[in-house]
């Protein structure tokens, strides 16, 4: 069981740029509003972001399942965001070990991330995975209680020899 976070420390919600396909999926669901886009991508406010996770298992990409530890003023801004061609690395946090610790005590993010429950809370395994999100496929959406309607646009022969 994993302790809460210091109120310093901020789990930001992130959208990847590199792997969302802007189908507005995750702003539609989003009951606080928290996301927003531009003419290029999509953004989680972190000032509104109350971590429901409501928009994360609409989204058919997965995109939208990063998480960045990070120190609560150092947060990245909406408009950051909006800049953004791919995630950018995630960013070492402050940790102090005692002797810095005892010698500066004046950060109060240093003082609270040097305790060994805090860090053991919010430690992360180095292998990187796919989100869950993405992981999982989603079967039987539409069924004779919601039927999908498609529209056919042309007849091709796809089991012909030329194809």
Known sequence: MNAPLPAQVLKQHLIDPEICIRCNTCEETCPVDAIT???NNYVVD???CNGCMACVPPCPTGSIDNWRLMVRSEAYSVQEQFGWEELPKE???PVAD???AAAAPS???SEVLAQP???AAFTLPGASVPPWSA???YVNLYTHKAPMTAT???NYRVTGVDT
């Open 152 to 154: 056919v646009v042309g």
């Open 46 to 48: 972190p000032d509104i």
């Open 37 to 39: 886009h531009d003419s």
């Open 107 to 109: 950060d109060d993010v």
């Open 117 to 119: 429950s805090a860090q």
């Open 98 to 100: 005692e002797a810095a």
């Open 135 to 137: 992981a999982h496929p």
């Open 91 to 93: 960013k070492a946090l």
